[in-house]
């Protein structure tokens, strides 16, 4: 059976400016899925290819069996069966809430627009608010009813561009949760464009890290936090420091930060160089033992302090330390590792 979407060698420019090159990906049906990179990377002119607002001019895009965009046939934006959430809402301030849900509603009566109207409203959990009007609502509120604009007529595929960007953190982090359980509920596949990573990992089952016009990495959330296949996406996912190390004989890895020995395989032989990605949690500093180091300065987090530490080296890095304790700028401490699974990246054939 065919996956629902699927990318294949995606090519697009504007003008002479190659922005995606050989992109490719797929998901299933009802999996969500987040494009997530750095401003400029490519992540919305991804999701324009899929609505079909620009042509490639090299690949395809499939939706089931049916190619809707490639360089020599492009199915209309409005023949797809996608439904769209951007990030500004895009609501008409001269409509009410229940005509705006209603406004995409073609080929239906004047009753089952009405039903489905208050179907989707109820799904978003604002079922009184058909009546009133976009500006008398919270950002929360009109994003929920742009969320059910875009699920009345059904869509195949949802698209999302940045959106819950204008919303604050609390209230983006709540409606990550919301709209995951809403299009969970629907059996709705969609793919979301963001640059935050927090809110890719609580809404997708799938990501994508997009660099330089490809996908370097596409799996689950988990996946790329554990098993970066790059150094790059090891850095997107999860704030870290890159450390040289060789591996000796006994499996253990050399490095400035001392002999680290780890529970689980590291995946190439003995006598290979490598990099060893270390995040601030899998650092901790005691007051003896270990690798000598400064305290620089000290960022309360409540239940964690990050802590910037100067080892003799003179390199920096960070130390997420749990409890109570805090320690005191210009104190002398050790650094140690406390990381059981190791990310190691090596030119060595990797087992």
Partial sequence: ???????????????????????????????????????????????????????????????????????????????????????????????????????????????????????????????????????????????????????????????????????????????????????????????????????????????GILSAGKVQQWGAPETLYYQPATPEVAAFVGKGELFKGRVNAEMAVETELGLLEFAEPLGVDGGCDVQLFLRPGDLYLSHDGGVPGEILSSEFQGSQVLYRVRLGSGREVEVLEQGLHRYAEGERMSVHVTAHRPIIFSSCPMR
């Fill in 1 to 207: 059976m065919a996956a629902l979407l699927s990318i294949e060698g995606l090519k697009c420019a504007y003008q002479s400016q190659t922005v995606l090159d050989g992109v490719a990906l797929s998901m299933e049906q009802g999996e969500i899925a987040c494009l997530l990179g750095p401003s400029g990377c490519g992540k919305t002119t991804v999701l324009r290819a899929i609505a079909g607002f620009i042509s490639p001019q090299a690949g395809q895009v499939r939706l089931g069996e049916q190619v809707i965009s490639s360089p020599d046939q492009v199915v209309p934006p409005e023949k797809r069966g996608m439904g769209m959430v951007f990030q500004d809402y895009a609501l008409f301030p001269h409509l009410s809430i229940a005509d705006n849900i209603a406004f995409g509603l073609t080929g239906l009566g004047r009753a089952e627009k009405r039903k489905r109207v208050q179907d989707v409203l109820e799904l978003v959990e604002l079922p009184d608010l058909s009546g009133r009007y976009p500006h008398e609502l919270s950002g929360g509120q009109q994003q929920r009813i742009a969320l059910a604009r875009a699920l009345a007529p059904d869509p195949r595929l949802l698209l999302m561009d940045e959106p819950f960007s204008n919303l604050d953190t609390d209230l983006r982090r709540q409606l990550s949760q919301e709209v995951r359980h809403i299009l969970k509920r629907r059996g709705i596949a969609a793919i979301m464009v963001t640059h935050d990573q927090q809110e890719a990992f609580t809404i997708s089952d799938k990501i």
